[in-house]
Every structure is written in structure tokens, then in C-alpha cells.
Antibody, heavy 119, light 110 residues
């Protein structure tokens, strides 16, 4: 069974960048799309973008265009999400999630990474 | 403001049936895109409950069911149990080329 294991919590200054990793273990990686979803404290879920590792193609939610970069390293079965120009409103738990094959549903989720943006 | 609209909260007694609605528009649910549902327990990652409008992943009890009609979808939970107390989210695709979520519904088991 595939598991997605994310990197640890981060504390960042406003204006800086953060890069969160998501490593897949226990199964195939490249042929599944990986999305990033964030959740601000006490708030709902927000999709940021997805990548198909085997193609290396990413697409992003309009809200994050120009500020987020999603990449994947097939050799290590790891996806990355980098968010730049951080502001306090970016404080959230960031999740990676795998698309269910043949669907846009997310069937496997990482444990989440807390990113705190504070001066 | 979420693209998909859900009631902030619903409640029910153990054993009862509750439904959670998810209302979209002609650019997402009404355009024929599938609706998926997630359960999120406090402090944990969301868990897929229903995909493709009405399909349950392996391991999800048949007390959970989904349906879709027009620009809306619904999640029904029968035989309510204390362990069902959680936040529930719907998700669909939008013609703006984005996945979109509902704002979430908090289910309280009385």
C-alpha cells in the first residue's frame, strides 16, 4: 500500500519561500498525479495544483499562479511544493494527495506539514 | 468564499439518518464533473469517503452513500454513530481548470 510521507513543520518569515516534500513509498509513483491541498487553521480545504510525475507537467490554481511551483523527482519518488513571497495568510497545513486512477478524487493523503509564517 | 456551498453544520442522534448537501454551478457540478466526498477527523488528514458521485472505496461502510443531480450533490449517512462526528467536504472540478472544495460541514452526533 502506497504511503505519502511529508517533510516536517516549518516556520518562515514573511517574504521568504518554503519547500515541502512528499515521498511515496510502497508502490508506483510516476504514473499517478499528485496534488497539493492546504488548510488554514479552522478553515476548509484549498487546492493549489497538481503534477503528473511521468510527464513532468504541473498545473496550478489561478490564485497561486506565479507563486507556487510543484515538481517531482521520479528517481526518489518525491514530489515538492515550493511557495514563495510568503505572507501570514499562508499559515496552514499543507497536504500532498494522490489522484485515484481514472478519477480526480484523492485516495491517499500525506500526514500534512504545518507551515507557519510569522515575523 | 468556497466555490461549492455546504451547510456549516448538521446534527443527528445515534441511529438516525443525516444528509449533507453540496451546491455548485454550471461551471462545475452542473457541467457534469464528478463529485467526491471526504471525512476529516480532528487533527488528521482527510479520508476519501465517496468518489465519482456514488462510489465507495474499499473499507468505507455502506452507511455512507452519495448522489448527484443537476448542480448539486448529497452525502447521506444512515445509522449514525458517535465515530461519524467529523468535518465533511465535497470536491469537484471547475471549468476554471481547478479542483474546488466546499467549505465543509461539521457533523455533530447528539
Amino acid at each position: 500500500q502506497v504511503q505519502l510521507v511529508q517533510s516536517g513543520a516549518e516556520v518562515k518569515k514573511p517574504g521568504s519561500s518554503v519547500k515541502v516534500s512528499c515521498k511515496a513509498s510502497g508502490g508506483t509513483f510516476s504514473s499517478y498525479a499528485i496534488s497539493w491541498v492546504r488548510q488554514a487553521p479552522g478553515q476548509g480545504l484549498e487546492w493549489m495544483g497538481r503534477i503528473i510525475p511521468i510527464l513532468g507537467i504541473a498545473n496550478y490554481a489561478q490564485k497561486f499562479q506565479g507563486r507556487v511551483t510543484i515538481t517531482a523527482d521520479k528517481s526518489t519518488s518525491t514530489a515538492y511544493m515550493e511557495l514563495s513571497s510568503l505572507r501570514s495568510e499562508d499559515t496552514a497545513v499543507y497536504y500532498c494527495a494522490r489522484d485515484l486512477r481514472g478519477s480526480t478524487a484523492f485516495d491517499i493523503w500525506g500526514q500534512g506539514t504545518m507551515v507557519t509564517v510569522s515575523s | 468564499q468556497s466555490v461549492l456551498t455546504q451547510p456549516p453544520s448538521v446534527s443527528g442522534a445515534p441511529g438516525q439518518r443525516v444528509t449533507i448537501s453540496c451546491t455548485g454551478s454550471s461551471s462545475n457540478i452542473g457541467a457534469g464533473y464528478d463529485v467526491h466526498w471526504y471525512q476529516q477527523l480532528p487533527g488528521t488528514a482527510p479520508k476519501l469517503l465517496i468518489y465519482g458521485n456514488s462510489n465507495r472505496p474499499s473499507g468505507v461502510p455502506d452507511r455512507f452513500s452519495g448522489s448527484k443531480s443537476g448542480t448539486s450533490a448529497s452525502l447521506a449517512i444512515t445509522g449514525l454513530q458517535a465515530e461519524d462526528e467529523a468535518d465533511y467536504y465535497c470536491q469537484s472540478y471547475d471549468s476554471s481548470l481547478s479542483e474546488v472544495f466546499g467549505g465543509g460541514t461539521k457533523l455533530t452526533v447528539l
